[in-house]
C-alpha cells in the first residue's frame, strides 16, 4: 500500500510534557508519553484529565485552534527536535472525531473518501484505485454511491474511518471515536480498526468504554488531572492496583468483581471473560 | 436532470441579469413560470408548494412597503412582485440542481482560485446545516418547557434561547469543521485534483441552447 | 400515583416503513423504565412521542387517564421532563444560577418566594461554586450534571433520559445513577433509553426491549437476565459478570443465584454473595 507522508514515526517520545491553556491550571503536566511504531495505545481516565489535549496536539490542533503553551522535550525516532519541526510531521497523524458525522466534507461517500487525495493533487485514475482499495478493506462498497447524509451511525462511522485510512496515516488517533454507537455498529467499528493495525501502524484510542477496546490494544495509559497514573501492558492491568482501576475506569462489573475474588482466592486476577474468570476460581478449588 | 454546474452558473447568471432588464409583463411572467418549471423537475411538488407559500409573508411585506413608499402604479407593483417570485424559484432550482462539490470544481474551471471557490460551496454546505441544527435546538427547549410552541408572542419573547445557542453552535461548528479539514490535511493553496473530471454531456448543450434562444428572443423581441 | 400509559402507539414517518407497531405499556410512579434495542429501533422515537415532540400516527399515550397530545410539548415539560444526549442543547442562559431560576419559573411548583430553593438545588449538584459560569464554558460532566439539575427543578412527574451515559466517565456515571433512584424515591418515574446494558440492568426496575418497532420483551432485569432466549440476541450484549453468574448457577442446586444479585446494590453485598456460592460449591 502507498504511504503519502514524507517519512515514518518509529518512535516518538515526549518528556516533561505540558500543556496548559491558561496560566492557572494545565490540562497535562510533566507527563512522559512514548508510543512505539507497530503498538496499539489505549488512553483513558477522567473527563478532564487530558486525554483529549495530548491528541489534539499530536494531529496540530494545538496551538493551530486552541491557543495554549506547551513545554517539554519532544524525541522522535530518538533525535530532539523542536515544535516547530514537529509540525512537519503532522501528515503522519490520522486523527478520528467523536461524532463521525463532523467529519464528512463530501456530498457522496466516494467525493467523501476521494477528498484527501483529490486535495494532494493525485491524478484520478489513482484516486480511484484508492477508494476502491479501502471501500473493499472496511465493507463499504455499496454505500458509495449514497448521501452521506443518509447513512446510519454505524455506516457513517465506518466512511469516516475509510477517510483517514485512504491517506494512510501510520500514525492513527481516535478522540471517542463512534461513542455513541451501539454494540453490534462499535464491533463491527473497532474490528476494522484492528485488522488495519500492523507493525507499521500505530493506534491510539481514547475511551472511556473499556470492555470493547480493552481487546484491541497492547498498552494502557490511565491518566487524571493531567498526570499519567497508570501505564502498564495490557495483560498486565489486572494486576495493577485495584483501587486506580475503581476510581478512575468504568470497569465493567465482572472485573469490579472479579478482581477481588480472584485476590481473595490467592490467584492472579488474568482473564477477559467469565468463562476465563470461572475456569479460573474453579481451579482453584477443585485443587 | 441535472445540468453541468457550469451550466447551471451560467444559467443562473444570464437569467438574473435578465430579470432586472425585463420590464415587460407578459414576458417576465413567462420567465417566472419557465423557472417554476425548472424548479419543478428538481424539487417534489410539496416542497415547491412549501417554499411557494412561504414566499407569500415576504411578497406581501413587499407589497405594502412599496405601496407606501414608492409607487401605487399596478404595474409597477405586478413586475416587482414577478420579480420576487420568479428569483425565489431561481434560487431554489439552482440549491437544489447544483451539487456543493461540483459547484467547486465549476467555479475553479472559471478560473477562480480555489480558496475562494471552497468557501462560496462551504456557504452553501452550511445552510442545511443550520437548518437542522434550529430544529434541534427548537425541540431541546420546548422539551425543558421554554414555551417557543405556544404562539407567535411567546416565541418571540424566548427566540434567544435559540438564537443564543445557535450562535455559539455555528461558531463551534464552523471550528471544528475546520478541525476536521485539518484531520484530512486539507491546505488550500496545494495543487488540487478532481475524482470525476467536469464532462459536458447532451444535454447540458441542450441547456446552454435554450437559455441562449431564450435570451435572443428576449432582447431581440 | 401517577401514571404514563402507552396505548397501542404507532408510528412511522410519511410513507415509510413504520418505526414503531402498536406498542403497550405503562411507567408508574416511583418506577425506572429502562429501553433497550439497537440504534434505530425506535428508542429515540418513543421518547419523543412521549413528550409530545411526535404525534403517533396510531394509538394514544396517557398521562393519568388524560390524553397528552392536546398539549404542547412546552406545557407538558413541567410534568414529563425530557434530557437530550447533548446536554448543551438545553442552555440559553448567561450564568448556571439563570438556567436553574428559568427551570424553576416554568415548574408547577410556583415556590418563587423560597430563596434558598436555587442554591439548594445548585449544591444538590455540586454545581454551587460554578454558578456564575457560562454554561458553555463547564466541562462535559459539569454540563451533565447542569442538565440533571434543569431536570430536577422542574419538579415533573415523569423524567425521560436519551443515552445519558453516552460518553461519561465514572464519577458522572455514579453521580448520574445516584440521581435517578434519587428521583424514583422521591415518587418520580424514570424513562431512560440506553444500551448501556449494565447501567440499565443494575439501575432500572423494569427492562423494555424493542426490537424493529414492537417489544419483544417488558419485565423486570431478573426475568430479562434469567429468560435465556434474550441472552442471545446478539443486538444487546450481556455484561460477562451474568454470563458468569449463569456458569455459578450451573454448578450449584439452586438456581436463584442471579435473581438474589439483583436484590443486593453494594459492590461488598454482591462480592460476598458470590463468595458464598462459591464455598458452596467447593463443599
Request: proline share 4%; aromatic share 12%; charged share 20%.
Amino acid at each position: 500500500m502507498s504511504t503519502y507522508s514524507k517519512s515514518s514515526i518509529k518512535s516518538l517520545e515526549l518528556r516533561d510534557f505540558s500543556i496548559s491553556y491558561s496560566k492557572h491550571s494545565n490540562a497535562i503536566s510533566n507527563a512522559h508519553f512514548t508510543f512505539l511504531q507497530g503498538k496499539s495505545y489505549l488512553l483513558t481516565g477522567t473527563t478532564a484529565s487530558g486525554k483529549s489535549s495530548l491528541l489534539r496536539f499530536l494531529k496540530g490542533f494545538i496551538p493551530l485552534f486552541y491557543p495554549a503553551t506547551i513545554t517539554g522535550e519532544i524525541l522522535l525516532n530518538g533525535s530532539q527536535i523542536s515544535i516547530e519541526e514537529f509540525w512537519e510531521y503532522q501528515g503522519c497523524f490520522g486523527f478520528l472525531f467523536q461524532d463521525p458525522a463532523l467529519q464528512t466534507v463530501g456530498s457522496t461517500v466516494e467525493k467523501d473518501l476521494a477528498f484527501g487525495l483529490e486535495n494532494k493533487g493525485f491524478p484520478s485514475s489513482h484516486i480511484q484505485n484508492r477508494i476502491m482499495e479501502i471501500s473493499q478493506e472496511l465493507g463499504i462498497e455499496e454505500l458509495l454511491e449514497r448521501k452521506t447524509s443518509t447513512l446510519s451511525g454505524g455506516e457513517i462511522s465506518l466512511v469516516s474511518l475509510a477517510s483517514i485510512l485512504i491517506l494512510n496515516p501510520p500514525f492513527l488517533l481516535l478522540d471517542e471515536f463512534a461513542a455513541f454507537l451501539d454494540y453490534p455498529a462499535r464491533k463491527k467499528v473497532l474490528r476494522a480498526i484492528k485488522s488495519h493495525q500492523d507493525e507499521k501502524h500505530t493506534v491510539v484510542i481514547v475511551s472511556h468504554q473499556l470492555e470493547d477496546t480493552l481487546d484491541l490494544v497492547d498498552e494502557i495509559i490511565v491518566m487524571d488531572k493531567g498526570e499519567i497514573v497508570l501505564h502498564t501492558a495490557r495483560t498486565q492491568i489486572l494486576e495493577a492496583n485495584y483501587s486506580i482501576l475503581q476510581n478512575y475506569l468504568n470497569l465493567p462489573e465482572i472485573f469490579r468483581l472479579g478482581i477481588p475474588l480472584c485476590e481473595k482466592q490467592g490467584v492472579k486476577p488474568v482473564f477477559r471473560s467469565a468463562k476465563e474468570l470461572y475456569s479460573l476460581l474453579r481451579r482453584e478449588n477443585i485443587e | 436532470m441535472k445540468p453541468d454546474p457550469r451550466v447551471a452558473i451560467l444559467h443562473l447568471i444570464g437569467f438574473f441579469i435578465i430579470i432586472f432588464l425585463e420590464t415587460r409583463i407578459g414576458w417576465l411572467t413567462f420567465i417566472m413560470l419557465m423557472f417554476l418549471v425548472f424548479y419543478l423537475t428538481e424539487a417534489s411538488y410539496r416542497k415547491v408548494l412549501y417554499v411557494t407559500l412561504l414566499l407569500l409573508i415576504p411578497s406581501v411585506i413587499i407589497l405594502i412597503l412599496n405601496i407606501l413608499f414608492v409607487s401605487q402604479d399596478s404595474d409597477y407593483l405586478i413586475v416587482i412582485l414577478i420579480r420576487f417570485w420568479g428569483l425565489a424559484w431561481l434560487f431554489n432550482w439552482f440549491l437544489y440542481a447544483v451539487d456543493p462539490d461540483l459547484l467547486t470544481q465549476a467555479l475553479v474551471s472559471y478560473k477562480i482560485p480555489y480558496k475562494y471557490a471552497w468557501q462560496v460551496s462551504l456557504a452553501y454546505r452550511f445552510l442545511p446545516m443550520f437548518q437542522e441544527e434550529s430544529l434541534q435546538l427548537y425541540n431541546a427547549q420546548i422539551s425543558r418547557g421554554i414555551p417557543l410552541d405556544r404562539g407567535m408572542i411567546s416565541r418571540l419573547r424566548f427566540i434567544s434561547s435559540i438564537i443564543i445557542p445557535l450562535v455559539v453552535m455555528s461558531q463551534d461548528k464552523s471550528n471544528r469543521f475546520a478541525e476536521a479539514l485539518t484531520a484530512r490535511d486539507w491546505d488550500p493553496d496545494s495543487p488540487k485534483a478532481f475524482l470525476n473530471p467536469l464532462k459536458m454531456e447532451k444535454n447540458d448543450w441542450l441547456w446552454i441552447s435554450s437559455t441562449i434562444i431564450i435570451f435572443l428572443m428576449i432582447i431581440l423581441l | 400515583m401517577n401514571n404514563l400509559s402507552y396505548f397501542n402507539v404507532g408510528f412511522y414517518y410519511n410513507a415509510g416503513m413504520p418505526i414503531l407497531k402498536k406498542i403497550s405499556f405503562e411507567v408508574l410512579s416511583s418506577q425506572i423504565v429502562g429501553i433497550l434495542g439497537s440504534n434505530g429501533s425506535g428508542k429515540t422515537t418513543l421518547l419523543r412521542l412521549s413528550n409530545g415532540l411526535l404525534k403517533p400516527t396510531s394509538g394514544t399515550i396517557y398521562l393519568n387517564q388524560e390524553s397528552i397530545h392536546k398539549f404542547k410539548t412546552s406545557q407538558l415539560a413541567n410534568r414529563i421532563h425530557t434530557t437530550f444526549q447533548f446536554s448543551r442543547l438545553h442552555f440559553y442562559c448567561s450564568s448556571v444560577n439563570e438556567e436553574i431560576l428559568q427551570s424553576l419559573h416554568f415548574s408547577r411548583n410556583k415556590k418563587e418566594n423560597d430563596h434558598d430553593l436555587p442554591s439548594e438545588i445548585l449544591s444538590l449538584f455540586s454545581l454551587l461554586e460554578l454558578q456564575y459560569r457560562h454554561p458553555y464554558s463547564l466541562s462535559g460532566g459539569e454540563q451533565q450534571r447542569l442538565s440533571l439539575a434543569i431536570a430536577y427543578a422542574s419538579n415533573a412527574d415523569f423524567f425521560l433520559f436519551d443515552e445519558p451515559t453516552a460518553n461519561i466517565d465514572r464519577p458522572s456515571r455514579l453521580f448520574l445513577a445516584d440521581f435517578i433512584i434519587k428521583l424514583r424515591n422521591q415518587g418520580k418515574g424514570v424513562l431512560i433509553a440506553s444500551h448501556d446494558v449494565e447501567f440499565q440492568l443494575n439501575v432500572c426496575d423494569k427492562i423494555l426491549v424493542l426490537n424493529n418497532g414492537i417489544i419483544q420483551f417488558f419485565g423486570t432485569p431478573q426475568e430479562f437476565l434469567t429468560s435465556a432466549e434474550y441472552l442471545k440476541h446478539d443486538f444487546i450484549c450481556i455484561p460477562e459478570i451474568y454470563h458468569f453468574l449463569e456458569l455459578l448457577e450451573k454448578d450449584k442446586t439452586t438456581s436463584k443465584l442471579i435473581e438474589n444479585f439483583f436484590t443486593l446494590s453494594s459492590t461488598s453485598e454482591r462480592l460476598f454473595l458470590i463468595e458464598k456460592s462459591l464455598e458452596e460449591i467447593k463443599s
